[in-house]
């Protein structure tokens, strides 16, 4: 492995604007399962059922008991020693922004200042009608007290929280990131498939990447470096070798 982390390191070092682009697969080590890997939920037709625009619309009753207390699970969760890597990296200058398919929140939570969510965020809800904010907790306040589905305050239209679901459109925040990885010239991939369109042709607009990805990746044979292992050994790792090649 060590020939391949001196290989990302310098690609990192030599490349003028890195961006990193994560996937569930980054917070595993948080105790959040994946969906496609191979303890993933995905073979749980349930969950993906539950947390579709069908389920919201269709049968609030059961989105916002059973869907809202799954979301829950991916609340509150400890950053790993990936998430602490990558925001290292960028304080160090080495990384100029993160772009993550996730909704936990753990980038944030280990230093990470340029995140971008493209499939939103677990601390706020929105209503659909006047597109006004009230946090998640205050959503979960309202289910809890039967207000099913949750009012917004302002209109009393339909609150739903700030998650992309599968149908949904893509947010303002993928179009930050597309410009993201417009500027890139190296991407960093780590714990994902980069099987979910289009949040996986973000990485593919990039001239140069890496992977750290348990499984093998559609594009690891375009990477600088694909190394199969754990994120949160890879990477710490990772910011050795740049600290390395920096002395
Ligand atoms: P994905 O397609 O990005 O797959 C995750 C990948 O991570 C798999 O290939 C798996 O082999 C790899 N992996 C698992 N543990 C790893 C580890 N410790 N180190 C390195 N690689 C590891 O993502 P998905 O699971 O198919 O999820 C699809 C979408 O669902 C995501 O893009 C995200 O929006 C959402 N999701 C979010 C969370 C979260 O917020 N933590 C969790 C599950 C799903």
């Known amino acids: 492995m060590q020939e391949q982390l001196l290989l990302l390191a ?44 069908d389920t919201l619309y269709g049968d609030p009753q059961l989105f916002y008991s059973r869907g809202i207390a799954f979301l829950e699970t991916l609340r509150g969760k400890e950053p790993n020693p990936a998430h602490m890597a990558i925001a290292r990296l960028e304080d160090m200058g080495v990384v100029r922004a993160v772009i993550t398919q996730n909704i936990d929140g753990l980038h944030q939570a280990a230093g990470s200042k340029q995140v971008i969510e493209i499939h939103g965020n677990l601390r706020t809800c929105y209503c659909m009608g006047c597109k006004h904010t009230i946090s998640f907790e ?66 593919a607009m990039v001239p140069s990447m890496g992977i750290v990805n348990l499984e093998s990746t559609p594009y690891d044979g375009r990477a600088v470096a694909a190394i199969h292992d754990k994120a949160g050994v890879v990477l710490p790792r990772l910011v050795e070798a740049v600290e390395d090649l920096r002395r």
């Open 10 to 53: 310098r690609a990192m070092l030599q490349a003028n604007h890195v961006i990193v682009f994560t996937g569930a697969g980054v917070s595993t080590e948080s105790g959040i399962p994946d969906f496609r890997g191979r303890s993933g939920i995905w073979q749980d037709d349930d969950a993906v059922r539950l947390l579709s625009l």
């Open 138 to 203: 205050g959503t979960k306040e309202q289910v809890a007290q039967g207000v099913v589905p949750p009012e917004c305050p302002e209109c009393g239209g339909l609150v739903r929280p700030s998650v992309v679901f599968f149908e949904d459109q893509m947010t303002e925040d993928f179009s930050r990131a597309m410009d993201q990885a417009q500027m890139a010239d190296f991407a960093l991939v780590v714990g994902s498939s980069l099987q979910v369109a289009p949040a996986a042709y973000l990485p």
